[in-house]
């Protein structure tokens, strides 16, 4: 499946024809959960058209915090709390009419307990989960914001003609007129 938006690092074409072959497309109007923080996880899929913002509220603020995205060509959910049936750690919600072919935590489980490669499959997904929220973490003490800027936009080229600059900015944790001045800034040097 080939990616719209984002660069995946991993090959996930098995995990992709499983979720071709046992679950199904499910479509998701623009502000509509996949999954609700605080609620039990039970989805995984791809996203074959669209994207979904990974959402968390602030403890004091109350206000929405954009932890992460999924793009067309990648996959979405939480992946640990719906393998285990957990409370989902955040809200996972479209941001355009999108479609997701989609499987329950439940299906997933089944396939990770087949075999050893299967059980393979689900230790890879695992370390690049960790290895993409410690990059994250990182990015946060030694680049920054610009450079944050930079960052995602290498990751996901076409993210500024499809999302909207508050959600872009809260992503980057820098307020609106922060990343206003942060482009204006990039344009000026192109």
């Known amino acids: 499946?080939?990616?719209?938006?984002?660069?995946?690092?991993?090959?996930?074409?098995?995990l992709f024809?499983?979720?071709?072959?046992?679950?199904?497309?499910?479509?998701?109007r623009k502000g509509e959960q996949m999954e609700c923080e605080g609620e039990p996880s039970q989805w995984f899929g791809f996203v074959t058209k669209g994207c979904f913002k990974?959402?968390?509220?602030?403890?004091?603020?109350?206000?929405?915090?954009?932890?992460?995205?999924?793009?067309?060509g990648e996959y979405v959910g939480d992946y640990p709390s719906c393998l285990n049936?957990?409370?989902?750690?955040?809200t996972i919600e479209a941001m355009m009419p999108s479609c997701v072919l989609?499987?329950?935590?439940?299906?997933?489980?089944q396939l990770f307990n087949q075999n050893m490669e299967s059980m393979e499959l689900?230790?890879?997904?695992g370390e690049h989960l960790l290895n993409q929220a410690r990059a994250r973490y990182l990015d946060f003490h030694r680049a920054t914001p610009r450079e944050r800027y930079g960052l995602l936009l290498r990751r996901c080229p076409g993210i500024?003609?499809?999302?909207?600059?508050?959600?872009?900015?809260?992503?980057?944790?820098?307020?609106?007129?922060?990343?206003?001045?942060?482009?204006?800034?990039?344009t000026f040097e192109e």
């Open 85 to 90: 049936g957990t409370p989902s750690q955040t």
């Open 1 to 14: 499946m080939e990616q719209k938006f984002g660069v995946n690092s991993i090959d996930l074409q098995k």
């Open 54 to 72: 990974y959402v968390t509220q602030g403890i004091s603020d109350d206000k929405e915090h954009i932890t992460w995205f999924s793009f067309e």
């Open 160 to 186: 500024v003609e499809h999302l909207p600059l508050h959600a872009i900015a809260s992503f980057l944790c820098v307020t609106p007129q922060q990343l206003s001045r942060i482009r204006k800034a990039v």
């Open 17 to 28: 024809d499983f979720c071709e072959r046992e679950g199904k497309t499910v479509s998701y």
């Open 122 to 125: 689900r230790t890879i997904i």
């Open 102 to 109: 989609r499987v329950s935590g439940e299906q997933l489980t």
